[in-house]
């Protein structure tokens, strides 16, 4: 039974951010198939089952691919039937696939498996929780996605200890079980009791204002979003500001060039940052780091960005969300000219948390411009058609990157390109102001 409505004036603070606790609990355990996991267990599954690397590596791909095609229909699920039993099947599902790995000793099963995990990593996880989050709070929303992606990054860091931990001590199998028994654990009790849909259904308002900040009180004209009053100390540019009544359908969204101006930033974001993730720990070791230095290096770009998360949270409360995204992509053009220059330990230790600063933004940001452009009730199908992009960076950009590395004989001219294409986008998402609907 859901325990929100009897909850929700047991805590000495407002309950939404009991709800962003607890959906980021899905977004915790949407990293039990991340890269780095399975990163950590290609060598003991390559020797077990006597796979290739390439054929292990696969899944990923298949994962992505399938992600392509069910992203929109997830986001119509979340619209359809509610952000928390979407959340809650998602990490049954996850749980389950994970724990069904320790059984698959066929290309295929193991397949369908990673890859049905990939698809809530991709989907579910992270456009459910952040929905949550953003139907929550309004004032106060870049914190609240902020807080759900810390979650995440605290995920990563778990996930490779315990695979890295179990499978030395226990082996490939019980290391697994041991994945799949943290997912369930953690994540399917707080998303399938302490989750509410939006404060209303509660009876509270979001950001926790009382009842009678209504819109009246704020004199004609005056753009405010529901329950928010004015606040001496916070103040969002109006292109910030959304209400219900002033909220977009996925029809409306798409017929703005915003949304594809979007779309199109999600799909270079995300082709240069997930290339970047996949090759940085060989790129790591090609410029001189032993395997355990790498290693650590690329774990490092994980505790950075739980810090991130809450600091581009902070950031996007405070800041035109357009500008806080045009930042996220010169960080990126930086960290990634950095990286062509990069030699020595400390020199690699600073290219990961720049990584790490730009892992959070990536994640962060988007979630909180979607929801302030475009309002709270159609959200998921618009955000589950605007990931289509970041699912075609993540598709392409690795392999793109690893054949030019093929045909040059090194990382150089890629990262070049991933230069430019990161100052540009900073100059082009400029123009992503928030759409304003025609009045007939």
């Given at each position: 039974?859901?325990?929100?409505?009897?909850?929700?004036?047991?805590?000495?603070?407002?309950?939404?951010?009991?709800v962003v606790g607890a959906s980021g609990t899905v977004v915790f355990a949407r990293m039990a198939p991340a890269i780095t996991t399975l990163t950590v267990l290609i060598f003991p599954i390559s020797h077990q089952l006597g796979w290739s690397r390439t054929l292990i590596a696969g899944s990923v791909s298949a994962g992505a691919l399938a992600s392509l095609v069910l992203s929109p229909v997830v986001g119509w699920a979340i619209d359809r039937f509610g952000a928390r039993p979407v959340l809650v099947v998602s990490v049954l599902v996850l749980g389950v696939a994970m724990i069904s790995l320790a059984w698959?000793?066929?290309p295929l099963t193991f397949y369908l498996a990673f890859a049905a995990g990939r698809i809530v990593f991709h989907t579910s996880a992270p456009i459910g929780a952040s929905t949550v989050a953003a139907r929550w709070f309004i004032r106060k929303r870049g914190r609240a996605i902020g807080i759900v992606f810390l979650f995440g990054a605290i995920g990563g860091?778990?996930?490779?200890?315990?695979?890295s931990l179990v499978v030395e001590s226990h082996g490939l199998k019980a290391t697994w079980i041991a994945i799949g028994l943290v997912v369930l654990v953690f994540s399917v009790a707080p998303s399938l009791l302490l989750v509410a849909e939006r404060p209303e259904d509660i009876g509270l308002l979001p950001d926790?204002?009382?009842?009678?900040s209504t819109d009246s009180e704020k004199g004609a004209g005056a753009i405010v979003p529901v329950g928010v009053p004015d606040s001496p100390t916070t103040v969002l540019p109006r292109a910030q500001m959304t209400t219900d009544t002033d909220s977009w359908t996925l029809g409306e969204a798409v017929r703005t060039k915003t949304f594809w101006l979007l779309v199109f930033m999600g799909f270079a974001s995300f082709f240069v940052h997930t290339s970047i993730g996949v090759h940085m720990g060989a790129y790591f070791r090609d410029v001189g780091l032993g395997a355990t230095s790498a290693a650590l290096a690329v774990s490092l770009s994980w505790s950075v960005s739980a810090v991130g998360s809450l600091i581009w949270g902070w950031v996007t409360d405070r800041i035109d969300v357009r500008y806080a995204y045009s930042v996220v992509f010169l960080f990126q053009a930086g960290s990634t000219l950095y990286l062509i220059f990069v030699g020595g330990t400390l020199g690699v230790f600073l290219a990961s948390g720049l990584f790490g600063i730009v892992s959070a933004g990536t994640n962060v940001v988007p979630s909180v411009i979607y929801a302030n452009y475009f309002g709270r009730p159609s959200l998921g199908r618009i955000r589950g058609l605007g990931e289509v992009g970041v699912l075609l960076g993540q598709a392409t950009g690795p392999v793109i990157a690893g054949i030019l590395f093929d045909l040059r004989g090194g990382y150089s001219t890629i990262f070049t390109a991933f230069v430019v294409l990161a100052l540009v986008c900073s100059l082009l998402v400029l123009k992503a102001r928030a759409p304003v609907k025609t009045v007939i």
């Open positions: 039974m859901l325990l929100a409505p009897r909850l929700r004036d047991t805590f000495p603070f407002y309950y939404g951010w009991i698959a000793t066929v860091v778990v996930f490779t200890m315990v695979a926790g204002e009382p009842p009678d």
